[in-house]
């Protein structure tokens, strides 16, 4: 079942938590590309007795290291997955099974549906989180309910169609938005996130926040 999938974990300086997130990734027998900065030695030597692909990053932010991952991909799906132990690997299974089942392209989880929710959201993240997905909604024609949250699993040859180029959090936006305007078919699935397990939270709500907005101003006006 898992075999052709991949997932793509960014991590930077989450030698706290990653290796727990790898020893819980154990049972499900999944590829695993690991993307880290080349001078993030303390998260290297924590996780190198862990069976994965260890990917240096040459591009720096969270973009960045999640474009890079996904050219390193091979199978026929991806799947971004957080190194903080945040996301669930038993919701794979499901986005799984709904992606083929649908016939969709990319499956993208949600936190505010019925029977969701984030042990980790603040209510500074849930108000923008929730201003982003509506002008996700109203200018982009997007029907997703939680734009931010990037527990993506998707067809790896459409995700290389797109040509992402944000190397920051605007890649959070920049991602559905150009698989929209493909008229790929995307489809959302019900998540629960988890309080992360270790380290620090790298978003910055104001900061990145207006660069999200920038963001989108720029790909509405398809600059």
Known sequence: MYSDITLIIPAKNESESLPKVLNELKKFNINKNVILERRDLLTLNSI???????????NKGYGGALIEGLK????????IFNADGSFDPNE????????????ADFVFSTRYEKNCGSDDDTIITLIGNFCFTMIGKIFFRLRLTDILYTYVLGKTKKAKQL?????????CVELPIKANRKKFKLITS???????IGGQKKVNAFKDGLLILS?????????
């Open 92 to 103: 794979i299974k499901i986005m799984l099974n709904k992606i083929n089942v649908k016939n």
């Open 190 to 196: 019900k998540s629960h996130e988890r309080s992360r």
């Open 163 to 171: 040509k992402l180029k944000y190397l920051d959090f605007r890649f």
């Open 48 to 58: 190198k007795k862990y069976k994965c692909k260890i990917i240096f990053q040459k």
């Open 72 to 79: 390193s991909v091979n199978t026929k799906y991806f799947c």
């Open 215 to 223: 963001g989108m101003i720029a790909l509405f006006f398809g600059i």
